[in-house]
């Protein structure tokens, strides 16, 4: 009996000892555990603020997106008006291009017509100058001629009374509306 009381006090003794032993490494472990914990929420309180932080850039990137999309949008609708714009402007374009064509084709004939219209007036105005030239001539030979006539009339005047009746006929051949004028008037 005292053997087995020596052997369960010295079991009681390897127990204690390793009964100690687990509760320093229990205390170990809650130690490190308690440590962990502290860590873990550390770390999750870190990990909440980057969330947080991610979020709030998620957020503020959707709110950058939104507006980049209505820009966007409204982007795209100016490109439409100006896309028509365009459209309109190359319609115009392209009529201001053929009318300006007809202008130029009808300039062109203008062009024709007022050469055609400058030579016809040289023409007209050496034809003048021709006729004028041609009158003056007429008109100094008429002269010229009324001048022979005149003197022929005196000469014959001086020769007298007796040859008046030649006299009268020459001036009716010199002046034959007068001799007319007369005759239709006796």
Do not use: C
């Amino acid at each position: 009996m005292l053997e087995e009381l020596q052997r369960l006090q010295a079991h009681i003794g390897v127990l204690k000892t390793r009964i100690e032993h687990f509760e320093s490494e229990n205390n170990a472990l809650i130690h490190d555990k308690a440590n962990g914990d502290e860590q873990h929420h550390a770390q999750i309180v870190h990990k909440n603020g980057i969330i947080t932080q991610k979020q709030e850039e998620i957020d503020l990137l959707t709110e950058q997106l939104s507006t980049l999309q209505n820009q966007f949008q409204q982007l795209n609708s100016d490109a439409t008006a100006l896309a028509e714009r365009y459209g309109r402007l190359e319609k115009s374009s392209t009529d201001l291009k053929n009318r300006f064509q007809e202008i130029l084709a009808e300039r062109n004939e203008l062009r024709v017509v007022k050469e055609k219209l400058q030579n016809e007036q040289r023409r007209s105005q050496q034809d003048i100058h021709d006729l004028q030239q041609e009158r003056e001539r007429l008109r100094q030979k008429n002269e010229h001629a009324r001048a022979k006539v005149e003197t022929i009339i005196q000469r014959l005047a001086i020769l007298g009374t007796t040859q008046d009746h030649h006299a009268q006929e020459i001036q009716q051949l010199a002046h034959p509306t007068e001799a007319n004028n007369e005759e239709a008037e006796s």
